[in-house]
């Protein structure tokens, strides 16, 4: 079968959407931050953006699994049927690869500072 005629496969491509939204909203998150920390800020409006926070960190850890799952998923289904989508299958895993650093060292951070009294 050539080239035009395969389709993706559609677990590495949602494995693949998954893998950069976290990253597209986090980056939203931040520059949003940096706007509302100029404004003054109600205790009512604090408690909204932690519950918000504590919404987006299980959205992004069940994202991830699920989309970690999907990767790998896709990855082998495109290469045992001969679909495309393994190139999206791989960045993606790189992507979660690189998520996964980043929430061990801020976890790791979070720790040390909480034990060194830094917080």
């Not at 496969?9 to 520059?31: D, E, H, N, R």
């Not at 205790?43 to 918000?52: A, H, K, P, Q």
């Not at 790189?94 to 061990?104: C, K």
């Amino acid at each position: 079968m050539d080239k035009m005629g395969r389709s993706y496969s559609k677990a590495a491509v949602t494995g693949f959407i998954l893998a950069v939204t976290p990253v597209v909203i986090y980056t939203l998150v931040i520059f949003a931050d940096m706007f509302f920390r100029k404004a003054v800020l109600t205790t009512i409006n604090r408690e909204i953006i932690l519950i918000l926070t504590d919404i987006g960190v299980t959205a992004f850890i069940m994202s991830f699994v699920a989309g970690f799952v999907l990767s790998i998923v896709g990855l082998i289904t495109s290469i045992r049927k001969k679909l495309k989508g393994k190139a999206l299958a791989i960045i993606s895993l790189v992507i979660y690869q690189l998520e996964m650093l980043m929430a061990a060292y801020a976890i790791l951070l979070s720790l040390a500072m909480a034990f060194s009294g830094g917080i």
